[in-house]
């Protein structure tokens, strides 16, 4: 089978993270959608890194792991924050600041 | 047997640069250490402990940076460092000076203790007792008379300022994402933590932290195609390919999956993409306003003066160095994007009525003068953009500063309304804050003007003159609000309960005349700073 179909499944998969970040109201599943995002780029790397025959690019998968996980403990600490103060986590709630 | 079962060869020691990488070691050091006094030293003596800490690390950081200048790295020695990942020449060493000099002033207002009434006898600073209690819940009262601070700010401004110190030095797109993560990471919980008005402060910090992982999303998005399309991640590998010559590292027989251009063109916009919503510019600028306002005042100054260095740098070196082949791709895209800010920015900031708002849409219009300087694309575009860059910082942390002192009893007054007659109560701060105001407008004598006057000239004299024009409409524009916030200080009737100035401590004094004095050199006489960015303009390949 060739890789590329493996690159057309992560555009997929990463059109449906940006859609669903953009239509989505609840902060955690926006959250999942971005993170739906970072794991199609990962796919895409070591996609290319098989087509390559280089290793750069899951090297870079593995570094995006670490990330992906620092994101998800500074993220959740900060929507759980906000639930606690406003026991809602709709990104449509937080309007303080509109004009 | 195939590369990816068994091993080959010896894996050889990596080659590490231990003093050209000396000033981010040291701040990232000092950023460790703090979370260690943070687990271990008893609650008392941490503030102490980790001003001192703080100040002392930037201190030697910036040190390091100005020897390693000294020694002849920011022109005849700059070198790569870290096995190709790390780029130590002139505009690197620039802005991590730029980038210290801002660290270290920002830990004298994040350190302030005098602005808010003491709680129980005990002065507190402008962040939350305990961040993780609810706003006016009885954990936030118990945590209140505690006595509770949040010293962890310093660490984590720390990390952040580490992550700003890599971001310009980054030389290969692995490097570049990770110091763009760990520079955002500690930002998005500085946002969260304002002592008064808590849910402004947290609506904030989910609002930049959401954004802010999207378009990060983009960019590894974008990082990803360009190295589908170089099949390498290294600056230079990338430009190699791009100009038809790739280097010998490149397996000859692979080069068939490479070059394919569409890969290319997408990879390089998402990634310059996500490092224009760092900076601020108009299609990406929708956080800035919110997170400038929500923020505690401190953290605004930080943010707003550093983060705009370090993605700048950032920006400057994919450009420059990775995509150059590129030009006629992304020049017109980068003039379209610098007029938009330009006049969005200047339009818009017009009918804000916070002081705080007013500087975010202030902050979009000059990110779009910064970028006319990156659209020259010549050695005098590089060095005025770092000269604006080090006269923008410490302008914008000035005025940060003078907002912080302005005070009523729900804490900061940035509502403009409450503003007017500051200058009959105060004329010593109002006539600061006219000052800056005056740079921010771009006025001769005024940093601001030195910035903007190289900045356009770089610009015209790279044939970019639709933009220039539109820069001097865009300041004009913007020259009026300035201007009007300067009239209702001095010219209209102070209204009875207004605001009143509270007296700092000699840290945020200090601040404030670290930035007038930064202000008034740099306006009155640029041409040794300008000098210096002349030298640093060049890019080691």
Redesign the interface.
């Known amino acids: 089978m060739s890789p590329e179909n493996y690159?057309h499944l992560?555009a997929l998969l990463?059109t449906i993270?940006?859609c669903g970040?953009l239509l989505r109201r609840n902060?955690i599943v926006?959250?999942m959608s971005?993170e739906l995002?970072?794991n199609?780029?990962?796919l895409?790397?070591v996609?290319?890194?098989r087509?390559?025959?280089?290793?750069?690019?899951q090297?870079?998968a593995f570094?995006?792991m670490v990330?992906a996980a620092?994101?998800v403990v500074?993220?959740l600490?900060?929507?759980v924050?906000?639930y606690?103060?406003?026991h809602s986590a709709s990104?449509d709630d937080?309007?303080?600041?509109k004009l | 047997m195939n590369?990816w079962t068994h091993a080959q060869g010896v894996l050889e020691t990596p080659q590490f640069e231990w003093v050209a990488l000396s000033p981010t070691l040291i701040v990232v050091g000092a950023a460790v250490l703090g979370v260690l006094i943070e687990a271990f030293a008893p609650r008392r003596y941490r503030y102490g402990s980790q001003v001192v800490l703080a100040v002392l690390a930037l201190a030697v950081a910036f040190a390091a940076v100005v020897g390693l200048a000294a020694n002849g790295h920011a022109g005849a020695e700059a070198q790569i460092a870290g096995m190709g990942a790390l780029a130590v020449d002139g505009p690197t060493l620039f802005l991590q000076g730029v980038l210290l000099l801002i660290g270290f002033v920002s830990v004298f207002l994040f350190a302030e203790r005098r602005l808010e009434p003491a709680e129980h006898g005990r002065a507190v600073d402008s962040f939350a007792a305990q961040?993780?209690a609810?706003?006016g819940g009885t954990a936030e009262k118990l945590a209140v008379r505690s006595g509770y601070t949040t010293t962890e700010i310093f660490p984590l401004m720390l990390f952040a300022l580490g992550g700003m110190l890599l971001f310009p030095a980054a030389n290969d797109?692995?490097i570049l994402?990770?110091a763009l993560?760990v520079l955002s990471?500690p930002l998005?919980?500085l946002c969260?933590l304002a002592r008064r008005r808590?849910?402004?402060s947290?609506?904030?910090?989910?609002?930049y932290?959401?954004l802010g992982?999207?378009a990060s999303?983009?960019l590894?998005?974008g990082?990803?195609?360009l190295?589908?399309y170089a099949?390498?991640?290294s600056y230079a590998g990338i430009a190699d390919v791009i100009s038809g010559a790739p280097s010998s590292q490149v397996?000859p027989g692979?080069a068939a999956?490479?070059g394919n251009d569409a890969y290319l063109l997408i990879g390089g916009a998402l990634v310059i993409m996500g490092l224009l919503f760092k900076v601020g510019a108009v299609p990406f600028h929708m956080w800035t306003?919110?997170v400038y306002?929500?923020a505690p005042t401190p953290v605004t100054g930080f943010m707003a003066a550093a983060t705009k260095v370090a993605a700048f740098g950032a920006l400057l070196r994919l450009l420059y160095v990775t995509l150059p082949g590129m030009r006629w791709d992304w020049e017109p895209v980068l003039w379209g994007v610098a007029i938009a800010s330009m006049l969005a920015g200047a339009v818009i900031a017009i009918t804000q009525t916070d002081v705080k708002r007013l500087l975010a849409y202030s902050s979009i219009a000059h990110a779009g003068f910064i970028l006319a300087g990156v659209v020259a694309v010549s050695p005098e575009g590089v060095s005025s953009v770092l000269f604006y860059l080090a006269a923008y910082s410490f302008v914008t942390l000035g005025a940060f500063a003078v907002i912080t002192l302005v005070r009523d009893g729900d804490g900061e007054a940035t509502h403009l309304s409450k503003w007017a007659g500051l200058g009959r109560r105060s004329p010593l701060l109002a006539g600061v804050f006219a000052l800056f105001l005056l740079a921010f407008a771009g006025i001769p004598l005024t940093s601001g003007f030195a910035g903007k006057f190289a900045v356009f000239r770089a610009a015209a004299d790279s044939g970019a003159m639709p933009l220039v024009i539109v820069g001097v409409i865009a300041s004009a524009i913007a020259a009026f609000f300035y201007v009007r916030v300067i009239v209702l200080m001095f010219f209209s009737e102070p209204q009875p309960g207004g605001p009143s100035v509270v007296v700092p401590s000699l840290m945020t004094t200090s601040m404030l005349g670290v930035s007038v004095v930064a202000t008034v050199v740099l306006g009155v006489a640029p041409q040794y700073f300008l000098d210096l960015a002349g030298q640093a303009g060049v890019f080691v390949r």
Request: negative net charge.
């Open positions: 690159l992560s990463f993270g940006a970040v902060a926006v959250f971005i995002m970072l199609a780029a990962n895409a790397l996609t290319f890194s087509m390559h025959g280089n290793l750069d690019g090297i870079m570094f995006v990330v620092a994101e500074v993220g600490a900060i929507i924050m906000v606690r103060s406003r990104v937080a309007s303080l600041m | 590369s961040a993780a609810t706003p797109l692995l994402f990770i993560e990471l998005y919980l969260a808590r849910l402004l947290q609506e904030a910090a989910v609002k932290f959401l992982a999207f999303a983009f590894l998005f990082i990803a195609l190295y589908g099949g390498t991640l397996d692979l999956t490479m306003p919110d306002q929500g």
